[in-house]
């Protein structure tokens, strides 16, 4: 157990495996290949001046899915600690679905973008804005009003993730790290808990999922277990040891 006490701050970063956990395939379910393209062939800007129709047809696919799943009790751990700990508590996901939202998280950083938000290719000022469309049969790509695309307001690969500066300082001012379900290979959260503990002040990491990560040797602890079991019992366990300290 890592104790968290009324002067922690916790930096979490989530990954697909909490989602997964929920029944959305992996980023790269299904064995990296979606119908027979690579998920790098479909997710990337060259993919897009490639084919637009064809990236829109990988993401509506993704947002029909969205659709059909619930968060499950490990978000719903993460929400309840959220209103516990107020702004002492960071919430950074790799994941682009709203999972954590519908489990009550309010203040949720997604640095590789929304899977129900878009955005003009043009970067013409006009801010990503909510959106659930698809592509049918035969529908053209909306127009921004400048008339470029609008395309998936998603980090692609060869692009910069989002709010990384944001989630830079909390991982400075953090005292506990923690990754959930994340496999530690994906840059650049696979290095976050090595810039945490890199920091002078000590920083208590640990890792819950059920296959260790890649970047274990950073972890203090690991708890093994799908999330939706261990995150209730660690923070029952862990706001019981605060009750007892006082």
């Not at 989530?14 to 956990?21: H, L």
């Not at 899977?115 to 804005?129: D, K, L, M, V, W």
């Not at 994340?182 to 290095?191: C, I, K, Q, R």
């Not at 972890?219 to 999330?227: H, I, K, N, R």
């Amino acid at each position: 157990m890592i104790p968290i006490g009324p002067e922690d701050r916790v930096f979490i970063l989530t990954g697909a495996g909490i989602s997964a956990e929920s029944g959305l395939p992996t980023f790269r379910g299904m064995n990296g290949i979606w119908r027979t393209y690579r998920v790098e062939e479909v997710a990337s800007p060259v993919a897009w001046a490639r084919d637009p129709k064809l990236v829109w047809e990988f993401y509506s696919e993704r947002r029909r899915r969205h659709h059909t799943v619930q968060p499950n009790p490990g978000h719903y751990a993460l929400a309840r600690l959220e209103e516990e700990m107020g702004d002492r508590f960071f919430l950074c996901t790799q994941n682009v679905d709203r999972l954590h939202e519908m489990a009550g998280s309010r203040r949720v950083v997604h640095m590789h973008g929304k899977i129900f938000q878009s955005r003009c290719e043009r970067g013409c000022g006009r801010p990503p804005f909510d959106d659930d469309w698809t592509l049918e049969n035969g529908a053209e790509i909306p127009l921004c009003a400048c008339g470029g695309k609008i395309r998936p307001h998603i980090c692609w690969f060869g692009e910069t993730p989002f709010e990384m500066e944001r989630i830079g300082t909390a991982l400075e001012n953090c005292t506990v790290f923690m990754a959930v379900g994340t496999s530690g290979v994906v840059e650049p959260a696979a290095s976050f808990v090595r810039y945490a503990r890199a920091r002078p002040k000590n920083v208590r990491t640990c890792y819950i999922g059920p296959e260790e990560p890649s970047n274990r040797a950073f972890f203090d602890q690991v708890f093994p277990g799908p999330s939706g079991e261990v995150l209730p019992r660690l923070f029952a366990a862990e706001k019981s040891a605060t009750d007892l300290h006082g």
